[in-house]
């Protein structure tokens, strides 16, 4: 909460993040879910660290953003502060969702970081036994855990610095943990963001 007018430079994986009010995140494009308890918050980099060391092995995990990237990252991440007397957020690379450049968000113009997977959520109706049928919103609500891939990270990081590869593909649907997923909304669609390894299954349309 301190407020500081010197230059800042963070260290290890930690980024500044300059906070973009909320008139902007909706004229951006980004509509965040109601039912969200963590609310995804936007932001443009300032500063970015070099990235970390794995404590076991030394090796240098790069920083995956740079200055100038808009970025999305969960809303109770990291710590407010004031600098040059406007709001900014330092986080950690972990708290991330997605990177994109330009003044709005779609899907076209968004980079996945890590081994993030941004899902497109399925819209369906279900039955019940006695014939009810519920609507998709409702349906949605109560579960919300398989949608098309629209587009993923390089892959996940190990302690030898070795990136594994995403083992899904754009295109491909998928089925995820339930609460694993973050939800986000780009253009009136509802979307997900879920890390690789909550992915459960995959299947060709």
């Known amino acids: 909460d301190k407020f500081t007018q010197k230059p800042m430079q963070p260290v290890s994986n930690l980024i500044l993040v300059k906070l973009v009010p909320p008139a902007s995140q909706t004229s951006g494009g980004i509509v965040l879910p109601d039912q969200s308890s963590d609310k995804p918050t936007e932001g443009v980099v300032v500063a970015a660290g070099p990235g970390r060391y794995h404590p ?6 790069p920083m995956c953003v740079s200055p100038g ?14 600098y040059n007397s406007e709001d900014h957020n330092m986080i950690t690379d972990d708290d991330l969702l997605l990177v994109y450049n330009g003044n709005s968000l779609d899907p076209n113009n968004l980079k996945m970081i890590r081994d993030q997977v941004l899902v497109k959520l399925s819209k369906s109706e279900k039955q019940t036994d006695s014939g009810i049928v519920i609507s998709a919103q409702t349906a949605n609500k109560e579960l919300k855990s398989e949608g098309k891939v ?3 990270g390089p892959g996940r990081t190990s302690s030898e610095g070795k990136v594994t590869p995403c083992y899904v593909e754009p295109g491909e649907f998928v089925k995820f943990r339930e609460y694993a997923g973050i939800d986000i909304s780009i253009n009136a669609e509802d979307y997900s963001v879920v890390r690789m390894v909550d992915c459960l299954s995959k299947w060709a349309d």
Not at 56 to 61: K, P, R, S, V
Not at 70 to 75: A, D, G, N
Request: aromatic share 14%.
């Open 150 to 152: 629209v587009a993923i």
């Open 69 to 82: 990237d808009r970025v999305l990252f969960s809303k109770w991440s990291g710590k407010l502060i004031k």
């Open 56 to 61: 076991f092995t030394a090796e240098l995990i």
